[in-house]
C-alpha cells in the first residue's frame, strides 16, 4: 500500500468514526428527548408546589437528569429524598415503563407517596435507622440494606454531607450491591475547600476530592463531572443557610459507574 493510498485510508476510517460518534450521539439525543418531554410535564403539573418550581433556575433538573443519562424505563432509586423535591419529578417520568424506588429518611416526605400519581413508588430499606448520635450533628446509618439488585441507577441530591464516615461508607457499599454492571450513582452536593477541616461555617459541605476517594474505594469509576451547578461567586466562606449564598451554593455533580 503507497503512502497515497494508506493516507486515504486513514481518512476513510477517520470519517467512519466521526459519523459514527455523530450518529450515537443524535440516538442519545433522542433517547432523551421522550424523558425530557416527561420531565418538563412534571415541572409543569398543577400539583407540585410552588415553592418547588422557585429552585428551578438554580437547579435544572432537565440538565442534570440528562447528564446522568436517564431514561424512563429505568429502574432508579433515590436516596434521602427529603421533602420530595425531585421525587415529583422522577416519579411521572418512570411511571409507565420504569421503576421508582426511595430509601433512607423517607418519613420526611410526608403523604407525598399517598398522592395521587406516586402509587407506584416504592420504599426501599423500611426498617432502616437515620439518626443524630447525642452531640453529633452527622447522621449514623443502620439497617441500610436496600434489598434489591441490578438497578439502573441510583441519586442523591445533596446528601452525602449529612452523613458520617461509616455512614458514606455502608451507602455507597449499598449501592455498589445494587446496582447492575454499569449502572449509574450520580451524586451532588455542596462544595468545600479541599482539605479544610470541620467549622461553623462548612458542616453543610463536603470535599469533592474526598467524595471521589471514598466512592471509588467502594468500587465505583468516576466516569464524568458536570460544572451545572458551579457558581464562581460563591467563595466557600459560608454556611449553606447564610443569606449571602442560599440557593446559590457552588455544587459538585459527579457521575459513577459500576464496572
Known amino acids: 500500500m503507497n503512502i497515497l493510498t494508506l493516507h486515504i485510508a486513514k481518512l476513510f476510517k477517520t470519517s467512519l468514526l466521526v459519523g459514527m460518534l455523530a450518529t450515537a450521539t443524535a440516538a442519545l439525543a433522542d433517547d432523551f428527548s421522550a424523558v425530557k418531554t416527561k420531565v418538563e410535564a412534571a415541572i409543569s403539573a398543577d400539583s407540585r408546589p410552588a415553592k418547588d418550581a422557585l429552585r428551578d433556575g438554580n437547579r435544572k433538573p432537565v440538565e442534570t437528569l440528562e447528564f446522568f443519562g436517564l431514561r424512563d424505563n429505568m429502574k432508579v432509586i433515590e436516596l434521602v429524598p427529603g421533602g420530595g423535591w425531585y421525587t ?3 416519579a ?4 409507565d415503563k420504569g421503576k421508582l424506588y426511595v430509601a433512607y429518611g423517607t418519613a420526611w416526605m410526608g403523604d407525598l407517596l399517598e398522592q395521587p400519581g406516586f402509587e ?3 420504599v426501599l430499606a423500611p426498617n432502616h435507622k437515620l439518626y443524630r448520635q447525642d452531640g453529633k450533628h452527622l447522621f449514623s446509618l443502620e439497617k441500610a440494606e436496600l434489598g434489591v439488585n441490578k438497578v439502573d441507577m441510583v441519586l442523591t441530591f445533596r446528601n452525602y454531607h449529612n452523613l458520617d464516615d461509616a455512614a458514606r461508607k455502608t451507602v455507597n457499599d449499598a449501592v455498589f450491591k445494587s446496582l447492575k454492571s454499569g449502572g449509574v450513582y450520580g451524586v451532588v452536593d455542596h462544595t468545600r475547600r479541599h482539605m479544610e477541616g470541620d467549622s461553623g461555617e462548612n458542616g453543610r459541605r463536603f470535599d469533592p476530592v474526598l467524595a471521589i476517594k471514598e466512592i471509588q474505594a467502594a468500587g465505583f469509576v468516576l466516569q464524568d463531572y458536570s460544572s451545572l451547578h458551579y457558581r464562581a461567586d460563591d467563595e466557600l466562606r459560608y454556611e449553606v443557610g447564610r443569606k449571602s449564598v442560599t440557593g446559590n451554593t ?10
Open 120 to 122: 407506584k413508588v416504592e
Open 88 to 90: 415529583r419529578l422522577l
Open 250 to 259: 457552588d455544587r459538585w455533580t459527579l457521575k459513577f459507574v459500576k464496572p
Open 92 to 95: 411521572p417520568t418512570l411511571a
